[in-house]
């Protein structure tokens, strides 16, 4: 038996294409060309395309997870693994969570620090940008999105016809040769390109406040497949643009191409993608920290908003210690590996799992809950 879902909570399956895409285009967005080209060079546009695919399968498997009795990950790991082991699962999924949302937070303020206000200290702009959070993320999952809703159209409307301005200086020939690196190469550049993929598993919280949330695994298929031809885009561009010398030493490359744009009435168009591009990052951040606010206190019955003041105070905290660089690099190599295994370890053994245990268990045992915002 499907749970009561209150009409005031639940969105339209149509913007499960808003939710998924918003959650895989965030700030790796700005970085990721550099980082899949270290290991197949300017072959690593098939990278993006074998990351992109099996992200696809993954998303498959979920909603297979998913549609046992309309449930959230907490349920489904309960349901299979029991109140004990299923609750350190839980406990584990929701510190991802956490922490993918606190990657994504730091590295844009390193953004923010590096092209705008070099001179500005980081607890100044972490309070402001925390403040917004708090107010996005205690309003509710339907502001959360509508945040992806605008954070996904308003930046691509704005910045995506500036994506074609390097190709005045392209020189396609560096795409050739083609397929002149191995498939262990290509293996590690799809490694790496996960990290731009990673926020898809919040489908995990937010599925039961999809309206007829089985119609909408389309929708999640479109949202992954049009991140897959976005990346796809950015990564060809920058390939026929930069040799591949440059871009071992070009710290954030898309930015360096919306550069390019000129505008006669602003000088220094980068202050405007930066700017923007807070309408990208916040709908990941807010939808990774809402998920795991919801997901502890179903397990330690403690407020919501009670649990969004201890998380931001820790990203405060913790924002204004790792000030280092490198320290972030490999914070965000950590989310990364983690991910890996989470994605392509985890979710088919939870798939499989899943299976089995109905198998064993009466239809209409499990008791139901209405889930809240």
């Not at 190709?167 to 990290?195: R, V």
């Not at 990052?281 to 407020?303: D, F, Y």
């Not at 989310?335 to 299976?355: D, K, N, R, T």
Request: hydrophobic share 55%; with cysteine; net charge positive.
């Amino acid at each position: 038996m499907k749970p009561f879902i209150d009409k005031r909570f639940v969105v339209s399956p149509f913007f499960v294409f808003f939710l998924i895409y918003s959650s895989q285009v965030d700030v790796g967005m700005l970085t990721f060309q550099r980082t899949i080209a270290k290991s197949a060079g300017y072959d690593a546009w098939m990278s993006v395309i074998i990351c992109g695919l099996s992200i696809q399968a993954v998303i498959w498997m979920m909603y297979r997870i998913l549609g046992t009795g309309n449930r959230d990950v907490i349920h489904i790991n309960s349901f299979c693994f029991g109140q004990w082991i299923g609750g350190m699962f839980n406990l584990c999924i929701m510190l991802y969570y956490l922490f993918a949302a606190f990657v994504v937070f730091r590295s844009y303020i390193e953004v923010i620090q590096v092209w705008m206000f070099p001179l500005m200290s980081t607890w100044q702009i972490s309070i402001i940008i925390l403040l917004l959070i708090y107010y996005i993320v205690s309003s509710g999952f339907r502001v959360i999105t509508g945040l992806c809703f605008w954070g996904a159209v308003l930046p691509f409307l704005f910045l995506f016809p500036l994506i074609f301005s390097p190709l005045e200086f392209a020189h396609f020939n560096n795409l050739l040769p083609l397929f002149h690196h191995s498939a262990k190469e290509i293996f590690e550049s799809s490694k790496s390109m996960l990290f731009q993929f990673q926020g898809f598993e919040t489908l995990f919280m937010f599925y039961p406040f999809i309206k007829n949330a089985e119609k909408s695994q389309k929708w999640a298929h479109y949202g992954t497949l049009f991140s897959i031809l976005l990346y796809l885009l950015v990564t060809i561009v920058t390939f026929v643009y930069f040799s591949e010398g440059q871009l071992k030493h070009t710290l954030w490359p898309t930015l360096t191409l919306l550069k390019i744009a000129q505008v006669p009435i602003i000088e220094r168009f980068e202050y405007i993608v930066v700017s923007l591009w807070l309408l990208v990052v916040l709908p990941t951040i807010t939808l990774h920290l809402w998920s795991a606010c919801r997901g502890v206190r179903k397990m330690v019955q403690c407020k919501q908003r009670i649990l969004l003041l201890i998380f931001l105070v820790g990203f405060g905290l913790l924002t204004n210690i790792i000030e280092d660089r490198n320290l972030i690099r490999r914070f965000t190599a950590v989310y990364s590996e983690i991910g890996f295994y989470f994605i392509y370890v985890y979710i088919p053994l939870l798939f499989v799992a899943v299976h089995i245990r109905q198998k064993w268990i009466k239809p209409g045992t499990v008791t139901d809950e209405a889930p809240k915002a």
